[in-house]
């Protein structure tokens, strides 16, 4: 699988096209808009990530571009940090996911995973397993594997529940999950966080998954397995 980073400071790039290639992928930078887009619709890349603020072009105007040539690649833009508007413009101009500045590099590979999933899902099983438990992005149901009981879950349950699963083992700051669910990061979110992490503790609770969402003192929430 091949992947273009479209992307102008010259250190991130060039982390990024490393990173990547450590963790088995093919990469390739770009370093300014017109150059990415050119490459991105080359046919020769699986999915790009995308910068937004670039010279000659910026990110909007080459996801633009590469969706009015009707290129269906999957693009996962690069956003400054909690700008609410860079993301619901992105996403609303054919993104398939967005990522904060600054992010952690297990982070960028949890999406790519899951953009990939997604392009891949048609006909095939999309379900996202996080230990025994098991979320099915088409009916927003968790389950345990292998058993019948399964419960519904709401848009926001949804969006956290996938979120922690797609981060299994690491600790989410308060901070994170208001960013990454409510899409803005404001102070009086931070009691919904601990109010829908309650009401999906109750839910995996009863489909009965050997997961559990524990507190972390003062920063936030972790999926882990329990021990049995
Ligand atoms: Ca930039």
Request: proline content about 2%.
């Amino acid at each position: 699988m091949k992947i273009l980073i479209v992307e102008d400071e010259e250190g991130l790039r060039e982390a990024l096209v490393r990173s990547l290639k450590d963790e088995g992928y093919q990469a390739e930078g770009a370093q300014d808009g017109q150059e990415g887009l050119d490459l991105a619709c080359s046919g020769t890349y699986d999915l790009v990530i995308l910068d937004i603020m670039l010279p000659k072009l910026d990110g909007y105007e080459v996801l633009k571009r590469i969706r009015e040539k009707k290129i269906v690649i999957p693009v996962i833009l690069l956003t400054a940090r909690s700008e609410l508007e860079d993301k619901v413009r992105g996403m609303d101009g054919g993104a398939d996911d967005y990522l904060t500045k600054p992010f952690e590099m297990e982070e960028l590979f949890a999406r790519i995973r899951m953009v990939m999933r997604r392009q891949e899902g048609w006909g095939m099983d999309s379900r996202i397993r996080a230990g025994d438990l098991v979320l099915d992005p088409g009916s927003h149901e968790i389950s345990k594997a292998r058993e019948a009981r399964r419960v519904k879950l709401g848009a926001k349950e949804y969006e956290l529940c996938e979120y922690f699963c797609c981060n299994m083992g690491q600790v989410l700051s308060r901070e994170q999950i208001t960013q990454k669910v409510w899409g803005f990061d404001s102070e009086a979110e931070y009691n919904n966080v601990d109010v829908y992490v309650s009401f999906l503790r109750k839910k995996i609770q009863f489909v009965g998954a050997d997961v559990r969402i524990r507190s972390v003192r003062s920063v936030g929430y972790v999926l882990e397995e329990t021990k049995k």
